[in-house]
């Protein structure tokens, strides 16, 4: 008897590995706009909290937040060019509190920096053997050299989501840290 190679139905073209696929596999009304793309950025952001969440042992979780809001008041300082968004205010009050920026204890002097360059959906990551880092020293780790304007994540209560990117440009600047690492966006100047 004829044996039928088993069908396997994929989306788009998988002979090319970043071939577009589309944003929702399914039927639609032809009319209805099309969904927006996802931030990725926010789901790894998400996605880390979410893990970290399940691997800390349960804790009461009454009192957190107004400790979270007492460390990022202590810890934000005005001038923040926009809000970041990562969380709902609803789950605010049952989340973990967040880790301090200093706190490593098995490798005190490792650092890790991630950051997104020019609008890329994957991020860049870097596992550095330094406590802190300035500007200047984060422009010599990239290998592409131009004109940039460079944004780091920092915590804030400017805003209901608890964080800012903050744009920095001195080059003896140290970077802040958000949630034990440094997160940054490298943008292009036009």
Known sequence: SGERPARHHQWGNSSHPRAVQPAHPFVQDPAMPPLTPPNTLAQLEEACRRLAEVSKPQKQRCSTSNQLRDRNHLASVPGGNGPFCTTNTASEDHKEPKKLPVVHSSQPSELVVTYFFCGEEIPYRRLLKAPSL???????????????????????????????FEEIWDDDAILPMYEGRILGKVERID
Not at 134 to 148: A, D, I, M, R, V
């Open 134 to 164: 300035t500007l200047g020293h984060f422009k010599e780790q990239l290998s592409k050299k131009g004109n940039y304007r460079y944004y780091f994540k920092k915590a804030s209560d400017e805003f209901d989501c608890g964080a800012v």
